[in-house]
């Protein structure tokens, strides 16, 4: 039974930072491809970062350079440090994984999700 459980999230002023964590059990952490994604209200989840099972990497053009996504096998965790904050930053924040070992980056590529956790930055 796949579990991901997101952490971090909070209120933050533009500018500041935040980092997120993704905290897997339930399968073999390293095999799976992992990605953050994030929705606005009234808005489609849209992806934010990703990183494959050998460690590439790939950002939406709007968090580029501010965003970055790293995991730590040994602790199961996927994270995403966040600086330069902004107000249209302000989403709520998904882990998700998928078995593949390929760079996944649409939504409906991923099988499993976490609850999210909100990040308001005003």
């Known amino acids: 039974h796949v579990q991901l459980v997101e952490s971090g999230g909070g209120s933050v002023q533009a500018g500041g930072s935040l980092r997120l964590s993704c905290v897997a059990s339930?399968?073999?952490?390293?095999?799976?491809?992992m990605g953050w994604f994030r929705q606005a209200p009234g808005e489609e989840r849209e992806v934010v970062a990703a990183?494959?099972?050998?460690?590439?990497?790939k950002y939406a053009d709007s968090v580029k350079g501010r965003f970055t996504i790293s995991k730590d096998n040994a602790k199961n965790t996927l994270y995403l440090q966040m600086i330069s904050l902004k107000p249209e930053d302000t989403a709520m924040y998904y882990c998700a994984a998928d078995l593949k070992w390929w760079l996944l980056l649409a939504a409906e590529e991923y099988g499993y999700w976490g609850q999210g956790t909100q990040v308001t930055v005003s």
């Open positions: 339930g399968y073999t952490y390293s095999r799976y491809c």
């Open positions: 990183i494959s099972v050998h460690g590439i990497t």
